[in-house]
Protein backbone atom coordinates (compact mmCIF):
# COMPACT_ATOMS: atom_id res chain seq x y z
CA UNK A 1 0.00 0.00 0.00
CA UNK A 2 1.13 3.54 -0.98
CA UNK A 3 2.29 6.07 1.78
CA UNK A 4 0.37 9.04 1.50
CA UNK A 5 0.54 12.49 2.81
CA UNK A 6 -2.14 14.92 3.23
CA UNK A 7 -1.98 18.62 3.93
CA UNK A 8 -4.45 21.14 4.09
CA UNK A 9 -3.79 24.82 3.09
CA UNK A 10 -5.55 27.75 2.14
CA UNK A 11 -8.78 26.44 0.77
CA UNK A 12 -7.17 23.10 -0.32
CA UNK A 13 -5.96 19.66 0.08
CA UNK A 14 -3.53 18.21 -1.32
CA UNK A 15 -2.87 14.21 -1.06
CA UNK A 16 0.61 12.88 -2.03
CA UNK A 17 0.93 9.12 -2.79
CA UNK A 18 4.22 7.28 -3.27
CA UNK A 19 3.90 5.51 -6.28
CA UNK A 20 7.67 4.12 -7.03
CA UNK A 21 8.18 2.42 -10.68
CA UNK A 22 4.46 3.26 -11.84
CA UNK A 23 3.97 4.75 -15.05
CA UNK A 24 0.73 6.89 -15.26
CA UNK A 25 -1.16 4.72 -17.33
CA UNK A 26 -0.68 1.95 -14.41
CA UNK A 27 -2.44 3.89 -11.84
CA UNK A 28 -6.22 5.09 -11.78
CA UNK A 29 -8.21 8.02 -9.84
CA UNK A 30 -11.48 8.34 -8.72
CA UNK A 31 -14.22 9.78 -6.61
CA UNK A 32 -17.64 8.24 -5.58
CA UNK A 33 -19.57 9.19 -2.63
CA UNK A 34 -16.76 11.85 -0.77
CA UNK A 35 -14.04 8.81 -1.20
CA UNK A 36 -11.13 9.26 -3.30
CA UNK A 37 -9.58 5.91 -4.40
CA UNK A 38 -6.10 5.41 -6.07
CA UNK A 39 -5.82 1.77 -7.76
CA UNK A 40 -2.42 0.57 -9.03
CA UNK A 41 -0.68 -2.17 -10.46
CA UNK A 42 3.28 -2.43 -11.15
CA UNK A 43 5.05 -5.16 -13.35
CA UNK A 44 8.31 -5.40 -13.62
CA UNK A 45 10.72 -7.65 -15.19
CA UNK A 46 14.71 -8.33 -14.26
CA UNK A 47 16.69 -10.28 -16.72
CA UNK A 48 20.36 -11.07 -16.20
CA UNK A 49 21.85 -13.75 -18.66
CA UNK A 50 25.73 -14.29 -17.85
CA UNK A 51 27.62 -16.81 -19.94
CA UNK A 52 26.76 -19.83 -17.86
CA UNK A 53 23.90 -18.94 -16.30
CA UNK A 54 20.35 -17.29 -16.71
CA UNK A 55 17.74 -15.19 -13.68
CA UNK A 56 14.55 -13.94 -14.76
CA UNK A 57 12.94 -12.11 -11.69
CA UNK A 58 9.49 -11.04 -12.42
CA UNK A 59 7.53 -8.86 -9.36
CA UNK A 60 3.48 -7.95 -9.61
CA UNK A 61 1.23 -6.28 -7.00
CA UNK A 62 -1.87 -4.38 -7.07
CA UNK A 63 -2.75 -2.19 -4.31
CA UNK A 64 -5.94 0.07 -3.21
CA UNK A 65 -5.77 2.76 -1.24
CA UNK A 66 -9.40 4.43 -0.59
CA UNK A 67 -9.25 8.00 1.61
CA UNK A 68 -12.61 9.92 2.88
CA UNK A 69 -12.66 13.35 1.80
CA UNK A 70 -13.64 15.97 4.19
CA UNK A 71 -17.65 17.61 3.96
CA UNK A 72 -17.49 20.66 1.78
CA UNK A 73 -14.91 19.28 -0.66
CA UNK A 74 -15.99 20.84 -4.15
CA UNK A 75 -15.83 17.36 -6.27
CA UNK A 76 -15.90 19.82 -9.71
CA UNK A 77 -12.43 21.18 -9.01
CA UNK A 78 -10.40 18.02 -7.79
CA UNK A 79 -7.45 17.32 -10.13
CA UNK A 80 -4.90 15.43 -10.31
CA UNK A 81 -1.34 15.25 -11.87
Do not use: C, H, W
Not at 3 to 10: K, P, R, S, Y
Not at 54 to 62: H, I, L
Amino acid sequence: MPAVDVTETDGEIEITAELPGLEEKDVQIAVADNVLTIRGEKKAEKEDQQKDYRVVERSYGSFTRSLELPAGVNLDTIKAD
